[in-house]
């Protein structure tokens, strides 16, 4: 059971570049959460998916963020023309059924330079 | 939306002693959870408790749902138990969702 996995661990994003985050799920679990996390600072909701649906997006950005969960492949968080301001942790969660215990990736660091 | 307040924000300990650290909540919830981010920044999560106690090994929770409160208690600290810890609660029609709050640093010295 390999846990939720995240990739990259660490990315490197030039001002005006895409960002592309992936998480995959532990396996049974259908439920997606995506949250990030300034430095020195708590976690804040994004999205929350089920396959092939958005449930919850009142947390993502309006413009430049999007987010997916296919029927088939991993969740993806995607940040158009990012801005310094992007640079945090991004972390997802997965759980089997909504209401239950999340499980979190180790998550993605993005630095814009 | 849910507001989630924690208590101390910050605390310090020598191994061994007990800590009881707290989670207030605005609103009712049926989904709380208690996380531990580590120094290396990973996420563990501690315990499922919308309600009620539960116990796993020296750390315990009490939520009291109807007092909109949630408890963890750690005892007989170690230093590994140092790292920041999260209390996050759902409720409503998108219950999975956690509104986190903004955490107690835990500090544990030998």
């Known amino acids: 059971n390999a846990g939720v996995m995240q990739n990259p661990r660490h990315l490197v994003r030039r001002r005006g570049q895409e960002a592309r985050l992936r998480c995959s799920p532990m396996k049974g679990h259908s439920h997606v959460y995506w949250y990030r996390q300034l430095p020195e600072e708590g976690l804040k909701f994004m999205v929350y998916?089920?396959?092939?649906?958005?449930?919850?997006e009142s947390g993502m950005p309006k413009e430049r963020f999007s987010a997916e969960f296919p029927k088939e492949g991993p969740s993806i968080l995607r940040i158009q023309q990012v801005v310094r301001g992007d640079s945090a942790a991004y972390f997802c969660a997965s759980s089997p059924r909504q209401g239950d215990g999340y499980t979190f990736g180790s998550g993605t660091r993005l630095t814009v330079v | 939306g849910i507001q989630v307040e924690q208590s101390p924000p910050d605390l310090i300990l020598q191994e061994g002693a007990n800590s009881t650290l707290r989670c207030n909540f605005s609103?009712?919830?049926?989904?709380l959870q208690w996380f531990h981010q580590n120094p290396w920044g990973q996420l563990i999560n501690l315990f499922y408790?919308?309600?009620g106690t539960k116990q796993n090994g020296r750390l315990s929770a009490t939520t009291v749902a109807t007092e909109r409160y949630s408890l963890l208690y750690i005892s007989s600290s170690q230093t590994t138990d140092s790292g920041v810890y999260f209390c996050?609660?759902?409720?409503?029609?998108?219950?999975?969702?956690?509104?986190f709050g903004q955490g107690t640093i835990l500090t544990v010295h030998p």
């Open positions: 609103d009712s919830v049926n989904n």
């Open positions: 998916l089920q396959k092939e649906n958005i449930i919850d």
């Open positions: 996050g609660s759902g409720g409503g029609t998108s219950y999975g969702k956690l509104t």
């Open positions: 408790i919308p309600s």
